[in-house]
């Protein structure tokens, strides 16, 4: 399916809205959920299309986005790495907030046009990157936002590791974390909390406590 075909794709199983945490930001989102996951799994199967985590506004990175835009001093004048971007939310905060520059990366192919798409809607401009980052350096880079990538153990552990040792360059490393099992247990500090609604569709409750985590260099 080429770029074209996921825009058509992503504007007609998405609407454009914003969540209550930030009706700042414009979003194309998904609202009726189960649809849009039987047609990633069943009609595009043929197509390789992974699940479409690009289609909602993860409590994580929502917690993120909250941050960046209550505290701009974290991003402003500066050059940002949005980690697993997903719909490019984080990113499009950190430009709204005034970063220099925001290079929003994922590996999902229709995540990158998501990203596009939602950049465009807020007027901003954000390179959506279409690489694995993880274990290269990241010369140039500033700061380091991620939401929600602790969420199973073999990503937690290699991204953890990475992040870290981008941490012991200066960089600062800042995870939003809603309650997964695999953040880590030490070697973070605490930077923010946001109480962020969520879909029964997607998780265990109405309500994630997601708290930002800075990252550092040791364990």
């Not at 189960?34 to 992974?50: F, R």
């Not at 500033?142 to 073999?154: F, H, Q, R, S």
């Not at 030490?186 to 029964?200: F, M």
Request: charged residues 20%.
């Amino acid at each position: 399916m080429n770029n074209f075909s996921q825009i058509d794709f992503i504007r007609s199983n998405t609407v454009v809205t914003r969540t209550p945490l930030l009706p700042e930001i414009a979003l194309h989102l998904a609202t009726e959920i189960t649809p849009l996951w039987e047609a990633t799994e069943d009609s595009l199967k043929e197509s390789n299309v992974p699940p479409p985590y690009w289609a909602f506004a993860w409590p994580g990175g929502q917690a993120v986005a909250r941050l960046v835009l209550d505290r701009p001093e974290l991003v402003a004048g500066k050059s940002v790495l949005d980690f697993a971007a997903g719909t490019g939310l984080v990113g499009i905060a950190a430009m709204m907030a005034g970063a220099s520059r925001v290079q929003s990366c994922d590996i999902d192919r229709f995540a990158l046009s998501a990203i596009a798409l939602n950049a465009e809607s807020n007027g901003v401009d954000v390179k959506a990157v279409s690489a694995d980052l993880v274990d290269r350096p990241l010369p140039g880079i500033d700061v380091v936002l991620a939401g929600d990538v602790c969420y199973e153990k073999p990503m937690a552990d290699r991204v953890t590791a990475w992040l870290r040792a981008i941490a012991a360059t200066g960089t600062l490393v800042l995870l939003g974390d809603p309650g997964r099992a695999y953040v880590p247990l030490s070697g973070i500090e605490r930077v923010a909390q946001y109480s962020v609604p969520t879909s029964l569709e997607l998780e265990d409750r109405e309500m994630r406590e997601t708290v930002i985590w800075r990252l550092l260099p040791e364990a």
